[in-house]
């Protein structure tokens, strides 16, 4: 593994972050209406419920090239199903509210595969995974807070090619 490892696997952490349609509406719509305290809650609220399905990989362990290999592939695996899932989007509840932020968070964890870059994070180590989630967190509130100017960006393109980058930078 190279240097640009860190430095990927934290792109892909901000630019997921920075992403409006995964928490951003949701803390940007509370705090227009006055409730602040749902505003502050729902950007951590959104990472360790995207991110939760990662602790399954801390019982894993890398031993060999192979593991790596195979990790590299999950990710590339990742990227191709963010492109082809970035147009679909799960009509639920119009009423925003955090129940309705829960079930949004988990369904499109699990529909965009957020849960294999956190897992990767943490089968490095934990030294890559605190940060990659400590930078989602911050990165989503700064995206709650630009949330309507940063709506016409299209971030799972660039967030895909910043995973099959940490998925190279693996191989390297």
């Known amino acids: 593994m ?10 892909v952490s901000v ?8 928490g951003g509406f949701f ?3 509370f705090r227009r209406t006055g409730q ?3 505003s502050l809650a729902c950007p951590p609220m959104y990472t360790l419920l995207a991110y939760s399905f990662s602790f399954v990989f801390m019982s894993l362990k890398l031993s060999s090239w192979n593991s790596y290999w195979g990790i590299s592939m ?4 990742c990227a ?3 492109i082809v899932n970035y147009r679909y989007h799960v009509n639920l509840d119009v009423r925003v509210s955090m129940t309705s932020m829960v079930r949004r968070s ?3 964890s699990i529909m965009d595969l957020d849960f294999l870059i956190g897992g990767v994070a943490l089968l490095l180590g934990v030294r890559y995974f605190l940060p990659f989630l400590i930078t989602n967190v911050l990165s989503r509130y700064l995206g709650s807070l630009l949330a309507h100017r940063l709506f016409r960006t299209n971030f799972e393109i660039l967030t895909s ?6 998925a190279l930078s693996i191989l390297a």
């Not at 090619?161 to 940490?166: D, E, K, M, N, P």
Request: charged share 10%; proline share 5%; no cysteine.
């Open 36 to 38: 602040k305290w749902a």
């Open 15 to 22: 630019l997921d972050g920075l992403n409006p349609f995964k």
């Open 106 to 108: 988990l369904l499109y």
């Open 74 to 77: 999950v990710l590339l695996l």
């Open 80 to 82: 191709i199903t963010r």
């Open 27 to 29: 803390s940007l719509y």
């Open 161 to 166: 090619i910043s995973i099959a980058l940490v």
């Open 2 to 11: 190279l240097l640009l490892t860190p430095i990927a696997i934290l792109s």
